[in-house]
């Protein structure tokens, strides 16, 4: 089915363009934006691309949805932004096709309208994409019937004034409602929206997905910088997703790349031959290396300053003396949860944000947690540990090796060890 509009969306030099403009379209990283519109480029600059993550109601990973993240326009914005807006959010969607979704869970897209009506759904349909509209009329309605019937899978919006929708409820296996909405008896899945409180889910079928703030924290704290925005995103895509999401982040925003190669090529990464692309550096590095690249970039930025680059420094020498220390007997539920505390313990400092916002908005372990809020716990110790090496203060020192009843010299033989591997990082985030 062909759209009726003379000016249909169109994949324009590897970026999508769904304005009439027949001029060619400059791709800044990925925004199809023309030159003669700076205040609008500006804009679009305060955006980046993400994933939202879905969860069942056993909290569970189940799906993502492709998001732009960033200051968003004002509800007054003029309609060419919102376009431009979402001819960003189609070009990355274009560009993680381009190179095949590697991941295995569903990712949903929310479009307009216009790009309904387009070509585009059908040129970039891949399995796993779940295509989100609004059908406001019987056109709409056909449209989306006459594409389904094509292969590509929709979620319309559930909404009780729109009989439309209510009507044709039957004919879809996923629908978008809101968490305060009466739940419905249907029996496609229900995707809810707007999630707040835990007790919200109890309330849905067993079967529904689940997105909002109570899974995610706020969309971008008012007080972080861009660069901090995308610096905590990638650290929670780090935390709690797959190295697939990883690699899907860094085809988004790929200004990222270069500092995460150098990182990766560098002695903390350890590779055994440098690695040319972000893919290619996290498939090597394998899951946990690649994590911990990844969170090393998020706590640095893609130029980090000379401060950025003592907290990263200090950041990998407390998770080196953790995972040392614990592997000589201290108490902790794993290396690798000591190593992450450690990790993180410079991420308020680095991001510019509360630990109780950090914690909220990583999905942080209650290990973790504990930790990193100051409440008594195995690794808050070898956390105090680590911050008492850092200040030569030997009587804190000598009071948590005999509460943790580890010799006092090889907790300094283990701090200096970590410091002296910590320091090659120093040259890599130059």
């Known amino acids: 089915m062909t759209s009726d509009d003379p000016h249909p969306s169109r994949i324009v030099g590897g970026g999508i363009n769904t304005r009439k403009s027949e001029q060619p379209v400059v791709v800044t990283q990925m925004l199809g934006i023309d ?232 002695q903390v990464g350890g590779l055994s031959r440098p690695a040319e692309s972000a893919a290619h550096a996290l498939v090597m590095l394998g899951p946990q290396r690649a994590r911990r690249v990844a969170a090393l970039l998020a706590l640095t930025g893609k130029q980090p300053t000379e401060s950025m680059r003592h907290y990263a420094v200090t950041a990998l020498t407390r998770a080196l003396f953790m995972g040392k220390i614990t592997r000589l007997g201290a108490p902790a539920e794993s290396a690798a949860d000591a190593f992450e505390i450690g990790l993180l313990s410079i991420a308020p400092r680095a991001l510019s944000l509360p630990v109780e916002t950090l914690i909220r908005k990583l999905g942080l372990s209650a290990t973790s947690a504990r930790a990193l809020s100051a409440h008594p716990s195995p690794e808050g110790v070898m956390l105090q540990l680590a911050y008492a090496c850092e200040n030569n203060d030997a009587e804190t020192l000598a009071a948590h090796a005999q509460q943790l009843k580890i010799p006092l010299h090889q907790i300094s033989v283990a701090y200096l060890d970590a410091l002296i591997a910590a320091s090659a990082l120093d040259e890599a985030l130059h």
């Open 35 to 266: 030159n003669s519109t700076p205040v609008r480029e500006e804009a679009l600059r305060a955006r980046f691309l993400s994933f939202d993550p879905l969860f069942d109601a056993a909290s569970n990973l189940v799906a993502h949805q492709l998001v732009l993240r960033g200051r968003a326009a004002p509800a007054d914005a003029p309609p060419e932004l919102r376009q431009m807006e979402e001819d960003m959010l189609l070009t990355g969607l274009y560009s993680l096709t381009q190179g095949g979704l590697t991941g295995k869970l569903p990712l949903l897209v929310r479009i307009s309208a216009g790009v309904l009506f387009s070509d585009i759904p059908q040129q970039i349909n891949q399995r796993q994409l779940i295509w989100c509209v609004d059908i406001d009329n019987e056109q709409h309605l056909a449209r989306t019937l006459a594409l389904r019937d094509a292969g590509l899978t929709f979620c319309p919006t559930l909404n009780r004034n729109n009989a439309i929708v209510q009507d044709s409820a039957s004919a879809w296996s996923y629908l978008t409602c809101h968490a305060d909405d009466t739940p419905p008896v249907l029996a496609a899945r229900l995707i809810v929206e707007g999630v707040r409180h835990s007790h919200t889910q109890a309330r849905w079928p067993e079967n529904a997905w689940f997105k909002g703030s109570f899974f995610s924290g706020d969309t971008q704290p008012a007080e972080i910088s861009h660069e901090q925005a995308v610096q905590l995103d990638l650290l929670a895509i780090t935390l709690r997703e797959s190295v697939d999401t990883l690699v899907q982040f860094f085809r988004l925003n790929p200004d990222m790349t270069p500092r995460m190669l150098a990182i990766a090529n560098s």
